[in-house]
Structures are given as C-alpha cells and as structure tokens.
C-alpha cells in the first residue's frame, strides 16, 4: 500500500506561484508513474499533468500547459508541481496520484491506483 502526502497549497493572488510536493512511503518509487490531478467544488476531478517512471516524460492539461511544471525526486521519494501565473480558475484541491504499472491514458483518474489526501489551493483575483 502506497500512502501519498501532499504539501505546498495555500491561498495566492492571481499571478502568483505555488509549489505543490507530493511524498510516497513506498520505496519503489521510482517505478511508479505519478500525476496531478484536481478537483473545484462541483466538478468532476480532471488531469493536470503526469511523469512517467521510465524516462520523466511528462504529460500536460491544455489548461496549465506553459504555466506548471511537473518534476520528480526519486531520490526523495517525492512529486512536485511548479505553479507558476496562477489565475482563479486553477483554484481546486490538488491531489498527487500514482500507478505501476499504468495501464491506459495517463489523464484517467481511473488508472491510478493510489491517491493522496489533497491540498487545497485558491487563487484570488
């Protein structure tokens, strides 16, 4: 059982950055594809960007792409998101997720298997 812990979120005016991080208790880590994913009040939980474990290929929302960057520390055991330009309509909880192996597309939620606890980030304008 892979336990994920998010960190990082927070309140933020519009333009400003945040960096979310995600740590695993699992040591295999580093063969664990891991994504981002977030969900505003009344939505459904929609992708934001994904790493795969193999080569760090990355993965990322129409919607984000330019402005957040996805990255991993193996070493660490940890995910991060770099949330740059921050506008109110990224305002959600983020939730880190990971897979191994994933089978499928990387932005269904259900392929992963395990998921964090969430973190909460609102954007003010």
């Known amino acids: 059982q892979v336990q994920l812990v998010e960190s990082g979120g927070g309140l933020v005016h519009a333009g400003d950055s945040l960096r979310l991080s995600c740590t695993a208790s699992e040591r295999t880590f580093s063969s664990y594809t891991m994504g981002w994913f977030r969900q505003a009040p009344g939505k459904e939980r929609d992708f934001v960007a994904a790493?795969?474990?193999?080569?760090?290929?990355?993965a990322y929302a129409d919607s984000v792409t330019g402005r957040f960057t996805i990255s991993r520390d193996n070493a660490k055991n940890s995910l991060y998101l770099q949330m740059d330009s921050l506008q109110p309509t990224d305002t959600a909880v983020y939730y880190c997720?990971?897979?191994?192996?994933?089978?499928?597309?990387?932005?269904?939620?259900?392929?992963?298997?395990?998921w964090g606890q969430g973190a909460q980030v609102t954007v003010s304008s």
């Open positions: 790493i795969n474990w193999l080569d760090s290929r990355t």
């Open positions: 997720a990971a897979c191994s192996p994933l089978i499928g597309d990387v932005r269904t939620p259900g392929n992963y298997d395990y």
